[in-house]
């Protein structure tokens, strides 16, 4: 049997999304992964012959992953990259829409060493579409982003392959987690702040609430999945996008108790100038497919020709499944498509 090489990797993030996938690594040594060097806030690690996923998560318990025995200060730059021998840059930092920092100048410095990129954060796409995308053409280095949106959901890579050949009208998704979780919280009389207490602690919202409750979350999302799947221009502010904060307990309820329930839905579909997408709390028909999407999990439906309707559901959200996507995307660079 032939030996798997393994795949060397640079990640910067080390919460919820990174920790988990240390710990699948530290669970799963089969998978052929080695992590080389790992950033968070206060510093990095780096090691060329690997860094035991357990001793990075001892580390982060005491506070960074700066205090591992092959610890320090200051962030991964090109000249980390070079001396950790690392061939995949896998950015898990938490993330802002406006200018795609801190993920954007870590990518940058990844693909000018003509590193593979995986993507968990939405921000280098969100701000910087066409830029990122230039940049990995020149550099002949794989871009994967299927943690970004909506991961477990393989939203763009189904409707590139079990689509091909048919015509795809329209995506509706449920595409944000935490909005599900809530407005089930609403169901059961919870104020949106209240609801957002319950939740905090599961690993799924968004740092900033801001983020999931106005459906900037679900915003982004339609972004990537919108320009991956219909091609042409669509930036976050052209999406028409409302959050849930303008409902009431009461609204609701009485959705819930028509038997068809409210949830945040996002819709895209190819327009003469790029995807046109819209984000919105929507009541639900009960025998509509998403209706029956519960505990925040996520979906969508794509509406295509000749082939019908399709439904994709993932039932599993939050640090451990991004992480499975990321690995996932980090397997998936090796293999080259047929041109
Ligand atoms: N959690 C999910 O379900 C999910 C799903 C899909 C996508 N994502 C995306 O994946 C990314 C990570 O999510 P998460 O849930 O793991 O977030 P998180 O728990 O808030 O962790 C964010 C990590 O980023 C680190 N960080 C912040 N600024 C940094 C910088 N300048 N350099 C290096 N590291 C920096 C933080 O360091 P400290 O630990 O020192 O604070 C922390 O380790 C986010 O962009 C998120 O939107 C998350």
Redesign the pocket.
């Known amino acids: 049997m032939t030996a798997v090489s393994r795949q060397r990797v640079a990640m ?9 996938l240390a710990r699948i690594l530290e669970a799963r040594p089969d998978l052929p992964i080695t992590l080389t060097a790992v ?4 510093g ?1 690690a780096a090691n060329p012959m690997g860094l035991q996923p357990r001793a990075l998560l001892a580390a ?1 318990q005491q506070g ?1 992953v700066a205090l591992h025995p092959y610890g320090r200060k200051g ?2 730059d090109a000249a980390v990259l070079e001396g950790c021998g690392a061939e995949v840059f896998v ?5 802002s829409f406006d200018d795609g ?3 954007w100048e ?1 990518v940058q410095t990844a693909l000018a060493q003509k590193l593979d990129v995986v993507l ?4 280098p796409l969100v701000a910087h579409w066409d830029e990122l995308h230039r940049r990995v053409e020149e550099s002949g280095s794989r871009l994967r982003f299927s ?2 949106h ?2 477990p959901l393989p939203a763009v890579e189904f409707a590139t392959t079990a689509l091909r050949g048919s015509r795809l009208r329209s995506i509706r998704a449920l595409f944000n ?1 935490t909005t599900g979780l809530l407005l089930e919280e609403m169901e059961q009389g919870r104020s949106l702040t209240e609801a957002l207490e319950r939740i905090g602690q599961a ?5 900033n609430p801001r ?1 999931d409750v106005e459906g900037w ?1 679900a915003a982004a999302k339609c972004v990537i999945v919108g320009r991956s799947v219909f091609g042409g221009r669509m930036e976050l502010g052209q999406v028409d996008r409302t959050g849930i904060q303008g409902l009431s307990i009461s609204d609701v309820q009485a959705a819930s108790q028509s038997g068809g329930p409210i949830k945040l839905v996002s819709r895209i579909r190819p327009g003469d100038h790029g995807p046109e997408a819209i984000v919105s709390p929507e009541p639900l028909s009960p025998s509509d497919p998403l209706a029956a999407l519960r505990r925040g999990a996520l979906g969508i439906v794509y509406e295509a020709e000749p082939i019908g309707d399709l439904f994709v559901a993932a039932y599993g ?3 451990e ?2 992480a499975a ?1 990321v690995i996932r995307d980090v397997l998936s660079v090796r293999v080259r498509e047929p041109s």
Not at 39 to 42: I, L, Q
Not at 91 to 95: D, I, K, L, V
Request: charged share 15%.
């Open positions: 910067s993030g080390f919460g919820s999304v990174g920790q988990s950033a968070d806030r206060r990095y982060k960074s962030t991964i950015e898990a930092a938490s993330t920092q801190p993920g870590y968990a954060s939405k921000g943690a970004t909506g991961a987690s690993g799924v919202a968004e740092t983020l979350d959200s939050g640090g499944p991004t996507a």
